[in-house]
């Protein structure tokens, strides 16, 4: 089993870069179908899960209702060369989708056809698509697999610090108690790497939810109906200022990338860290099942307040596609008993559809993660919904600089706020867009 790894560069970049590809790139790639029963696919994910190559060449190779051509997308342009070719009516037949705007945006142009009337709706609910796929009471994407996002600790270190391994803290009281006792014992205790700015993306994504009942809140606050500088919705990051004002980060921390930071923890070099369900085989198996996992220590009042995270790589038909049935009918395929088991032999991870068999898994700790992330009650990841200039103005500077001791909590609320506004100023259209959204997600 293999862990998962960031690509060379960051999804948010696309959605920011996408607009500065040319139509003719694309324009005329894709002819007219050869027949009825002839179907493109467009994907992504070797990149970030190893062997999902080999389940896509087997389901094609089995599908015998159609034949379908599939192609393996580069990282960096898998949202604009699918809207370039969508815009000059090139667009495949079934798409790889990213969770949240990352797919949305392509919603709102008209690039992507609701599943649900196409898709038997058993297997868009069991699929795990995520709310973060509905819009105007449709949904658009089937999920395909999870990235359970959590956070992880060596239960070695806990141990020599005098505390219970299989009982990891639960409150923020708690969490400062255990840090305390992980630091007296001579263990960096809480942190990882941000000087990619990832962990400070991951940390929001555990920290603002805390204080959140909806993720429509979480667009409010982008709209202009909530403001960052409430100090609800900036509570996260005070909570980090207090971590680093402690003295529980790791020392190194703004000098490293988000996966060698989360390696320390493996090492047994740090006590606490962020992580992502897909490292967890092979973390396990190299500490003997050592790394345990926990939801973020609870500090908010909101609804969503310690509910485990996941996120969805999905899948989605185009509105360009001459046959839609079909391609909902390949995408039903893939959701098959045999498929979803294909799915595991070839990539040692899960799919994310609800009714796999998980009894396969040998590992009693990934067994028991997919248990209490996967099949629990959970929610997706809140940074899916931010427009990109907030991103990367606000989500990716706001920890770093906490970390560094140059901002405080409350000034990275004003900072947040700030770029929401000018954001809004900028795109008035996408304005109205997410504030259709944020109705439908607060129905949710």
């Known amino acids: ?42 994907w992504w994910g070797e990149q970030e899960l190893p062997g999902l190559q080999k389940f896509v060449d087997s389901s ?13 997308q580069d990282t960096a342009v898998v949202i604009s060369q699918f809207q370039t070719a969508a815009a000059a009516g090139n667009a495949p037949d079934v798409q790889y989708l990213w969770n949240g705007i990352y797919h949305m945006e392509s919603v709102w142009l008209g690039y992507v056809r609701a599943v ?36 992880c600790y060596n239960k070695e270190l806990f141990e020599k610090a005098g505390l219970d391994p299989e009982n990891p803290p639960k409150t923020w009281d708690e969490l400062l108690v255990a840090c305390d006792k992980l630091k007296s014992s001579g263990t960096e205790a809480i942190g990882g790497g941000i000087q990619d700015g990832y962990w400070s993306e991951w940390y929001i994504s555990h920290g603002l939810v805390q204080n959140l009942d909806s993720f429509g809140e979480a667009v409010q606050l982008f709209v202009g109906d909530k403001d960052f500088r409430d100090p609800k919705y900036h509570e996260h990051w005070v909570k980090l200022e207090e971590l680093k004002n402690k003295g529980f980060l790791n020392k190194d921390m703004p000098s ?13 070099k740090l006590g606490i860290g962020q992580t992502i369900g897909t490292r967890l085989p092979a973390d396990s198996k190299a500490t003997g099942g050592k790394i345990g996992y926990m939801v973020m220590p609870v500090f ?68 028991d993660m997919w248990q209490k992330w ?48 000018e954001w809004r100023d900028f795109n008035p259209d996408m304005v109205e867009n997410y504030r259709k959204w944020a109705d439908d997600l607060s129905k949710m």
């Open 1 to 42: 089993m293999r862990a998962s790894k960031l690509a060379n560069i960051s999804r948010r970049d696309f959605v920011l870069t996408s607009a500065m590809l040319g139509a003719s790139a694309l324009a005329g790639s894709r002819g007219a179908l050869a027949q009825d029963k002839s179907l493109e696919m467009w």
């Open 60 to 72: 094609i190779a089995a599908y015998k209702d159609a034949t379908v051509k599939a192609m393996l």
């Open 116 to 151: 649900n009337g196409l898709v038997k709706d058993d297997v868009v609910k069991a699929s795990n698509p995520t709310i973060l796929s509905n819009f105007g009471g449709n949904t658009y994407r089937l999920g395909w697999y999870p990235l359970p996002m959590f956070w």
């Open 256 to 268: 490293l990338e988000l996966y060698p930071g989360i390696d320390l923890v493996v090492a047994g």
């Open 300 to 367: 908010g009042k909101g609804k969503l307040a310690g509910v485990p995270l996941v996120d969805m790589q999905g899948l989605g038909i185009s509105t360009n596609s001459k046959n839609p049935e079909a391609a909902a009918a390949f995408l039903e395929f893939l959701n098959s008993p045999e498929r979803l088991k294909a799915f595991w032999d070839a990539t040692g991870w899960l799919p994310s559809n609800t009714t796999f068999d998980s009894s396969v898994i040998s590992d009693a700790s990934v067994r």
């Open 374 to 421: 996967g099949l629990s009650p959970n929610i997706s990841n809140v940074t899916n919904l931010v427009p990109g200039l907030w991103y990367e103005r606000a989500a990716i500077p706001t920890g770093q600089r906490i970390v560094a001791g140059e901002i405080t909590g409350e000034q990275a609320g004003e900072l947040a706020s700030d770029v929401a506004k």
